[in-house]
């Protein structure tokens, strides 16, 4: 994994967390608060469980999966974090990371030091904010998998797909899918074949297409109705 210099320059810095970190910071300042970027390949781990947990991470590109093992060396998959998600927000409050995150492709992220985090919190109602925002946002998606235990398969993958819909960052009906359906099955709980027939049934029906990894949502009515 390399690193590269600090994002103070990143085009997005207007609307991520890394650019309230370094808001109304000169250059030396950004500079020592020590954010940077990094880059993985696919398969490659960002971090994995017991790993001191020393920063946040911010998705730029790609796709991260976070997961454990299980007793029976079964992976039980925590959630998938796409562009501009937050990764690793137990390290707020935990010395060391509690699952494992594995790049599924080629993905780039921010590094954000906890400390200087941390820090920040303290400073900037923003800053705050934002962070308990995304904090409440990952509250809900774990009530979510609770659930979801009482849902059928149609109404866990529409489920799925709205959330993945209404996370996009620009408006639209398009939605990146880049986790394998046996990912997909493990964090949802299904077989990987009753996943497959769930989207040939939603395809026939004409409530989406899908087309290698893009998926378009052509009928956003009746997915809600399925949810």
């Not at 398969?43 to 469980?49: A, S, V």
């Not at 074949?193 to 009746?222: P, Y």
Request: charged residues 25%.
């Amino acid at each position: 994994m390399s690193a590269t210099a600090p994002c103070t320059d990143c085009p997005r810095q207007s609307r991520c967390l890394g650019g309230l970190l370094v808001e109304g910071m000169t250059t030396a300042q950004a500079q020592s608060a020590g954010v940077s970027r990094s880059v993985l390949d696919k398969g490659e781990h960002l971090y994995r469980i017991g790993d001191q947990a020393e920063h946040l991470y911010l998705v730029r590109g790609g796709a991260l999966k976070t997961y454990v093992v299980s007793a029976d060396g079964d992976e039980e998959i925590r959630g998938f974090q796409l562009a501009e998600d937050i990764v690793g927000l137990d390290a707020i409050c935990n010395p060391e990371f509690r699952a494992n995150a594995r790049a599924l492709s080629r993905t780039w992220v921010c590094r954000l030091p906890i400390a200087a985090v941390r820090a920040r919190m303290l400073e900037t109602v923003q800053f705050r904010d934002r962070i308990l925002s995304a904090l409440g946002h990952e509250f809900d998606r774990l009530h979510g998998m609770l659930h979801r235990e009482r849902c059928s398969a149609d109404q866990r993958v529409a489920a799925f797909l709205l959330s993945q819909l209404d996370a996009t960052v620009t408006p639209g009906s398009e939605i990146e899918l880049p986790m394998s359906r046996v990912d997909l099955g493990r964090y949802l709980d299904l077989a990987t074949e009753t996943v497959s027939r769930v989207f040939t049934r939603l395809q026939s029906r004409k409530v989406l297409r899908k087309q290698g990894t893009r998926c378009e949502v052509v009928d956003r009515d009746a997915l809600c109705a399925l949810a």
